[in-house]
């Protein structure tokens, strides 16, 4: 078993930037696939970013590519998302992922049901 917080989220205007971060404590993070994903007013909730358990595979949805960059730190047991150059549509509740069925794996995984932790998520709105 393994908890997630989330924390970093906030109000920003358009063009600026938010880093977020998901705290993982119980069980080791080593070894977890992770992923970003989010939800926003009246839409399915949707994938982000993904990352492995090394952190040397990442993998993001063509909406962020190129403004949106995921990392971890095992050591400190915490996932992060740098979210720069945000738009109005960025908007949503965002949720941090662990996949705990597989370790170690190598892979990331990009569909919410390759998840089993989730996060309480973290509000992100961005001004126009």
């Known amino acids: 078993q393994v908890q997630l917080v989330e924390s970093g989220g906030g109000l920003v205007q358009t063009g600026g930037s938010l880093r977020l971060s998901c705290a993982a404590s119980g069980r080791t993070f080593n070894g977890y696939a992770m992923g970003w994903f989010r939800q926003a007013p009246g839409k399915e909730r949707e994938f982000v970013a993904a990352?492995?358990?090394?952190?040397?595979?990442?993998n993001y949805a063509d909406s962020v590519k190129g403004r949106f960059t995921i990392s971890r730190d095992n050591a400190k047991n915490t996932l992060y998302l740098q979210m720069n150059s945000l738009k109005p549509e960025d908007t949503a509740v965002y949720y941090c992922a662990a996949r705990g069925r597989t370790l170690y794996t190598g892979r990331y995984y990009d569909g919410d049901r390759d998840y089993d932790y989730w996060g309480q998520g973290t509000q992100v709105i961005v001004s126009s």
């Open positions: 990352i492995n358990w090394s952190g040397s595979s990442t």
